[in-house]
């Protein structure tokens, strides 16, 4: 991969010059590197013909201290009766034309996401890039319960984008048994690491609070401190006056522990 900078903010009253700071991957390169380098894909632009990361706060589960939580546990009994099972499907095995998945998708994106976070020209962006390696399929004998697309390289599991028929959501907590199903079938699978994507703002405190074994990237290290993600996600939208190095109370002590 290559790593790049690309200008942001400045502030000349507190020296604060922000670079934005992506990757791009050369060729068809594993994808795990990228992802343990706290890189995530950017899909903002359709146009670009290169597939390119962002660096964020990135959430993973380290696979190998991964074990189940009351949580977990509580959506499995409660999912258990409608009898979901889990295929793991290469993309190229996938047909993405098939009318059943397209017509999930659509509708999915237009009751929760909204076109105008997610158009359907980003999707159709989105599913031809080949960092989405897999289709993770949940149904059962009589229908379709979801989909997630998925990026598996050799020692980790990305999950990517989730579908899921909403009539469940409330009754099943259908969407968190899957991220816990993708997790378990990474961790059943030898993998390493299940990155569950970037970690902002109180909307994302429900990853934080259902999963055991988490790390995320703090800017330098995969950082297990869950107790400050809480509060970093908590203070995401406060204002701020500079960068958090300049706001810490003891920058000494910071620096000295690099």
Known sequence: MKIFFSENTVDYSSYTFSYAIYAMREGQEDISPIYD????????????EKEVFYMARSLRVNLK????????????????PLNIKLE??????????????????EEYISERIGGDKMSLERWDYILNSTIGSHILKFSNEEK????ILA???????????????????????????MMWKAIDW???????????????????????????ALEFWDGQKWNTD??????????DEAP??????KMMPEQNNFLNEL
Request: glycine share 6%; hydrophobic share 30%.
């Open 37 to 48: 380098q706290g890189f995530l894909p950017y899909t903002g632009n359709t146009n670009l």
């Open 65 to 80: 201290a991964f074990t189940d939580s009351s949580e977990n546990r509580r959506v499995c009994r409660q999912i258990e």
């Open 88 to 105: 793991t499907i290469k993309k190229e095995d996938f047909d993405l034309n098939d009318p059943v998945f397209k017509s999930f998708c």
């Open 144 to 147: 379709v319960m979801g989909y």
């Open 151 to 177: 990026g598996i390289g050799e020692k980790m599991l990305h999950y990517w984008f989730a579908f899921f028929d909403t009539d469940y959501m409330k009754s099943h907590s259908l969407g968190k048994y």
């Open 186 to 212: 990474s961790k059943e699978t030898g993998l390493d690491y299940a990155y569950l994507g970037t970690a902002y703002k109180t909307s994302a405190l429900y990853k934080i609070r259902d999963h055991k």
């Open 226 to 235: 869950v107790k400050l993600l809480k509060e970093l996600c908590k203070t």
């Open 240 to 245: 701020k006056t500079s960068d958090r190095f």
